[in-house]
T-cell receptor, first 112, second 114 residues
């Protein structure tokens, strides 16, 4: 399995603060990259994805992520978080086939 | 919307029992997956199936088997449940090899083995 590292286990923020979650992967070839989110009590859902082209991708709910090939990174960002962004966030990588390898996840708690 | 339905939300079983976790999807997806989700470890792939009666091992298949007799149903089987299989189990499906919409996940089954 490909290695996917998420740097932060738990992040606590106040509303309106900026958020950045790190994600690094260990494969040197072409990859497809994803961020998934799991809100409390809900199923995992796709936040955004990168396949090719513009390395800055925008997803739902104001999230964006930047693919930096030289750093093997795909960090997730949001300029101003809301209480409703409290969730667990997973980075995932796909190479060659259609299986996904997930990182350990980052729990984000936004304080009102 | 594609729906992936897992039959049980919570399950408690005894050590040594044979356990069946059921997953059904309603959009004719070829590919189905079973992951387990553990704190600090994220999601790890147990098995996946790319067609009826076809299966492949994922990263952690030991202690598990699967069955896919019909396209819409993918079952995960714990032959003899052990306490280290206490976990959240997630089923997912995917249409063909089109990752553009990502996987569709079920709500999960939280299994406790006592």
């Amino acid at each position: 399995a490909q290695s996917v590292s998420q740097h932060n286990h738990h992040v606590i923020l106040s509303e309106a603060a900026s958020l950045e979650l790190g994600c690094n992967y260990s494969y040197g070839g072409t990859v497809n990259l994803f961020w998934y989110v799991q809100y409390p009590g809900q199923h995992l859902q796709l936040l955004l994805k990168y396949f090719s082209g513009d390395p800055l991708v925008k997803g739902i709910k104001g999230f964006e992520a930047e693919f930096i090939k030289s750093k093997f990174s795909f960090n997730l960002r949001k300029p101003s978080v809301q209480w409703s962004d409290t969730a667990e966030y997973f980075c995932a990588v796909n190479i060659n086939d259609y299986k996904l390898s997930f990182g350990a996840g980052t729990t984000v708690t936004v304080r009102a | 919307d594609v729906k992936v339905t897992q039959s049980s939300r919570y399950l408690v079983k005894r050590t040594g029992e044979k356990v069946f976790l059921e997953c059904v999807q309603d959009m004719d997806h070829e590919n189905m997956f079973w992951y387990r989700q553990d704190p600090g470890l994220g999601l790890r792939l147990i098995y996946f199936s790319y067609d009826v009666k076809m299966k492949e091992k994922g990263d952690i298949p030991e202690g598990y088997s699967v069955s896919r007799e019909k396209k819409e149903r993918f079952s995960l089987i714990l032959e003899s449940a052990s306490t280290n299989q206490t976990s959240m189990y997630l089923c997912a499906s995917l249409l063909g090899q089109n990752l553009n919409y990502g996987y569709t996940f079920g709500s999960g089954t939280r299994l406790t083995v006592v």
